[in-house]
């Protein structure tokens, strides 16, 4: 071939040793790479050596699992790559994709759904966990079966909380039971252990098998040994009762904690078991999350008497020294969102209804967005969009340089959950009454009201259509559906799989 011929690379007066030559062309972008293919024939094979290519995709963020034998041609790859992205982010801002209802009615009430890359878990008040893979757009959802004691005989307790990592799953009960079950092998959990209260936090961490819960005065932190059986590594008695709790990610050792009771924040770590990360009398904590170096939390300060607006404190965990005082509003902060926003920014929703992002180097809010009637319940954002959820059932995607609603959808209940990746979408509507009137557990009917029960939405703009397009949950169903309750008539022309 032509580039086995080139030793020396004419590099205007002088010849260059190829490999040195290369060396050069290293320092240049796509644009300049583009220029130099066209001085000569020498200097095209230069240009598009792989070696140049595969690391302007990796620096762009593309394909950074692969390795440079892959693609037989990587300037190839980053156009099509860089053409999918546009792709996406247009889909995104006309809202173009297929839309889904993750919907199990046998459950009741939806009570509690978290998800992680695409695999959503929801819990129900009949006290049944459920598992749905939307990159498969697998929507038989398996049931994570409970474990049953030999008296319980009775009706299951409701789930209060449930969490999922890309290994793990784990419920809380009403009872004060967690199971714990693993993604990997079947659906009857691996661990299970009791709090002798009302479960009021649950963390998992969002890698690896740690599980923090709390439940009265007690925090409990259990994972596996190195032989894989599940014990209690930790238990920590605090004085107050806890409000959130989050596990640090990233966490070499025995796993650290951080727990809001209240108005003290606690860091509780094996070696140091009552550290005290803030607290200030009388001033609660309204939110909590944490990256792997920082805590970021909104207080509640009475404005009238200290003179001192509602504010976002930032911590680092490393130190325990507080670095910014952010924001300040006569509302409550009720959500804030530190550790998927990107590098030194921070998204925060609040009771006065307003998305405020704040950049963690200024202590000024960057943008602000009048977003949700009553307030704000979910935030999380990227580089150029922000999805807000509101206690009135609306989710807005607004882009975050132009300050501008894209498009919203409502539900009937306050969105509670609100994840997305570069592709998809996934929220939940969760009520905040789980025993509507009429819905006894006298009544014959073993389902709830459709307006009861809150619901679960999976988008997905890979997919070019029109969202208004997407077929109908109740026109996806076959003749093979034996359940009548809901009127499953196979409406997408049934007799084409009969």
């Known amino acids: 071939s032509f580039q ?6 004419p590099f205007f007066d002088i010849q260059l040793p190829y490999e040195l030559a290369l060396k050069i062309f290293h320092y240049l972008g796509k644009t300049e790479l583009g220029r130099c293919a066209q001085v000569s024939r020498t ?4 240009a598009e050596d792989e070696v140049l290519w595969y690391r302007l995709c990796q620096q762009e963020g593309y394909l950074l699992d692969t390795s440079i034998s892959d693609h037989s041609c990587w300037k190839l790859a980053l156009k099509n790559c860089r053409a999918r992205e546009r792709t996406l982010k247009t889909n995104w801002k006309n809202r173009i994709g297929a839309v889904s209802q993750l919907q199990y009615e046998l459950g009741k009430i939806l009570c509690d759904v978290h998800s992680c890359d695409g695999v959503v878990i929801a819990g129900y008040t009949s006290g049944e966990v459920r598992l749905w893979d939307t990159r498969t757009w697998d929507y038989t959802a398996p049931i994570l079966e409970p474990m049953h004691g030999p008296g319980d005989a009775g009706p299951q307790p409701r789930v209060s909380f449930v969490r999922i990592n890309s290994s793990l799953a784990v419920a809380a009960y009403e009872d004060g039971t967690v199971s714990v079950w693993s993604l990997m092998f079947g659906r009857e959990p691996i661990h299970r252990y009791q709090h002798n209260q009302r479960i009021q936090a649950l963390a998992l961490g969002s890698e690896g098998a740690t599980v923090a819960t709390a439940s009265g ?5 259990e994972s596996p ?3 894989g059986f599940w014990q209690t590594t930790e238990t920590f008695e605090i004085q107050k009762l806890v409000n959130f709790l989050n596990l640090v990610p990233d966490v070499t050792g025995s796993p650290v904690t951080v727990a809001a009771a209240e108005d003290i924040v606690y860091l509780l770590k094996a070696e140091d078991p009552g550290k005290i990360l803030h607290s200030v009398y009388g001033q609660p904590v309204t939110c909590l999350d944490v990256s792997a170096h920082e805590a970021a939390f909104g207080v509640k300060t009475f404005g009238w008497l200290l003179n001192e607006p509602n504010q976002i404190l930032l911590y680092n965990l490393e130190t325990s020294q507080c670095l910014k005082k952010m924001g300040n509003s006569l509302g409550d902060f009720t959500c804030v969102n530190l550790q998927n926003s990107p590098p030194n920014m921070l998204v925060t929703g609040n009771k006065d209804r307003r998305v405020r992002v704040f ?7 960057l943008c602000s967005l009048y977003a949700h009637q009553l307030g704000v319940s979910a935030v999380q954002m990227d580089d150029w969009k922000i999805i807000s959820g509101g206690e009135e059932g609306l989710v807005c995607v607004w882009d975050q340089r132009m300050g501008t609603k894209l498009w919203e959808m409502h539900a009937r209940h306050p969105v509670r959950h609100v994840w997305f990746n570069s592709h998809s979408l996934i929220t939940a509507n969760i009520p905040d009454e789980k025993t509507p009137r009429g819905a006894s557990i006298t009544d014959d009917d073993l389902t709830a009201h459709r307006k009861h029960r809150g619901i679960i939405y999976a988008y997905e703009f890979s997919v070019d259509q029109l ?4 077929i109908l949950p109740i026109c996806r169903s076959s003749y093979d559906e034996v359940t009548g309750y809901n009127y499953n008539i196979g409406l997408a022309v049934p007799y084409d799989n009969i």
């Open 225 to 227: 040994n190195d032989k």
């Open 43 to 46: 200097w095209k094979v230069l």
């Open 217 to 221: 005065f007690e925090v409990k932190v």
């Open 4 to 9: 086995n011929e080139i030793n020396e690379v």
């Open 467 to 470: 969202a208004v397009e997407s």
């Open 359 to 365: 950049d963690l180097r200024k202590s000024e809010s």
